[in-house]
Nanobody, 128 residues
Framework: QVQLVESGGGSVQAGGSLRLSCAASGYTSSSYYMGWFRQAPGKEREGVATIDSDGTTRYADSVKGRFTISKDKAKNTLYLQMNSLKPEDTAMYYC??????????????????????WGQGTQVTVSS
C-alpha cells in the first residue's frame, strides 16, 4: 500500500523560507510523476509544482523563481524548497504521485485528486 507523508510545514513571516518533505513508502513505480498541490481556505486546490520520472520539473506561474521541487530517489522522498514566501502562499500543502506526466496534473488539480496517491497535507502559514 502506497503512503505519502508530508512534513516541514509551519508558520513563517513574509520573505522567509520553508522546506517541505514527502516520504513515500510502498511506492514501486519509477515512472510516476510526483508533485505538490495546495489549498487555501475557501479556495479550490491548485497545482504548485511537479517532477516527472525523467526529472522534468514544472511550476505554477505564481511560484516560479521562488519554489524548487526536487526528489531524492534513494530516500524515496520529494521536497519543495519555498523561498521568499508571501502571505498568499498560506495553504495546506499536499504531496501526490501518479501515472503520466506532471503537466496534466498541474493544469487539472481538481481532477487529479481522484488519480494516484495523496498525502494528508502539511499546513504552511505566512504572516505579513
Amino acid at each position: 500500500q502506497v503512503q505519502l507523508v508530508e512534513s516541514g510545514g509551519g508558520s513563517v513571516q513574509a520573505g522567509g523560507s520553508l522546506r517541505l518533505s514527502c516520504a513515500a513508502s510502498g511506492y514501486t513505480s519509477s515512472s510516476y510523476y510526483m508533485g505538490w498541490f495546495r489549498q487555501a481556505p475557501g479556495k479550490e486546490r491548485e497545482g504548485v509544482a511537479t517532477i516527472d520520472s525523467d526529472g522534468t520539473t514544472r511550476y505554477a506561474d505564481s511560484v516560479k523563481g521562488r519554489f524548487t521541487i526536487s526528489k531524492d530517489k534513494a530516500k524515496n522522498t520529494l521536497y519543495l524548497q519555498m523561498n521568499s514566501l508571501k502571505p498568499e502562499d498560506t495553504a495546506m500543502y499536499y504531496c501526490a504521485a501518479g501515472p503520466g506526466e506532471g503537466w496534466w496534473y498541474l493544469l487539472h488539480p481538481i481532477a487529479a485528486t481522484s488519480i494516484g496517491y495523496w498525502g494528508q497535507g502539511t499546513q504552511v502559514t505566512v504572516s505579513s
